[in-house]
């Protein structure tokens, strides 16, 4: 069985969406605990990309990032102009 890398330049098509979260999920893994977000705004985080718009195949259209490993750090914002994930 071939295993597919993560290519930047590649069609979604070309690409094995499984790798993908796999890949993610490693990187969410490597980033420091005291650099992490908590598993609860994570989760409040992840639940405002899935109500955007700019949300597509777990890709913000905004900056181009996966949605997932954004919100899993700390000290990252929402790119938003109006920034969805600010609290209050």
Do not use: F, H
């Amino acid at each position: 069985m071939e295993t597919k890398k993560i290519c930047y330049k590649c069609l979604l098509e070309e690409l094995d969406a499984g790798r993908i979260l796999e890949s993610v999920k490693e990187m969410i893994d490597a980033i420091p605990q005291d650099n992490r977000t908590g598993s609860e705004e994570y989760r409040r985080r992840l639940n405002i990309c899935k109500d955007c718009d700019s949300l597509i195949s777990g890709t913000c259209v905004k900056c181009g990032c996966y949605v997932e490993l954004r919100a899993a750090g700390k000290n990252r914002g929402c790119p938003d102009v109006n920034d969805k994930w600010k609290v209050g």
